[in-house]
């Protein structure tokens, strides 16, 4: 188990190096953070990548939102989960009292709340903890 927590802090440790894409404040009190867009940007163990993909950034027309995660041992990212802006639209327009289901793939879900705000949930890891994220679709960068 040890050996697993070890390895799993070196790709994590390897990932951000050959990635170049975290950044800290220059406040000491503030978190480092991924700079590439991400929506759970300050989340650095995330097991999941959230991105709202916009059509034109200028105008911020968001296309879709899709996932990323490593799950394979090969440590690899893959789109796990591409879900339409249509379809958030036209959930977005039905009266609900709970949140509604827009994709599920592989354990990586995406729903809208009843408040239209977005959670995305990964599945359980080895320890059974879930990790869930949740936003504003009018959050910046979505």
Do not use: H
């Not at 591409?82 to 327009?93: G, K, N, R, T, Y």
Request: glycine content about 8%; some cysteine; aromatic content about 10%.
């Amino acid at each position: 188990m040890k050996k697993l927590s070890i390895l799993a802090s070196l790709l994590l440790i390897v990932g951000v190096i050959a990635g170049g894409s975290i950044a800290a404040a220059d406040d000491d009190t503030s978190l480092p953070y991924f700079t590439d867009g991400r929506m759970n940007a300050y989340d650095i163990a995330a097991p999941v990548v959230i991105y709202c993909i916009n059509e034109d950034v200028s105008e911020g027309a968001m296309q879709s939102i899709d996932l990323y995660a490593q799950r394979y041992s090969d440590g690899a990212w893959e789109a796990v989960l591409s879900v339409p802006a249509a379809d958030i639209l036209e959930a977005m327009e039905v009266e609900r009292d709970e949140a509604v289901e827009l994709g599920n793939e592989y354990g990586y879900a995406v729903w809208l709340n009843t408040d239209d705000s977005v959670t995305v949930v990964a599945p359980a890891d080895a320890s059974g903890n879930v990790y869930s994220y949740t936003w504003n679709l009018d959050d910046p960068g979505c």
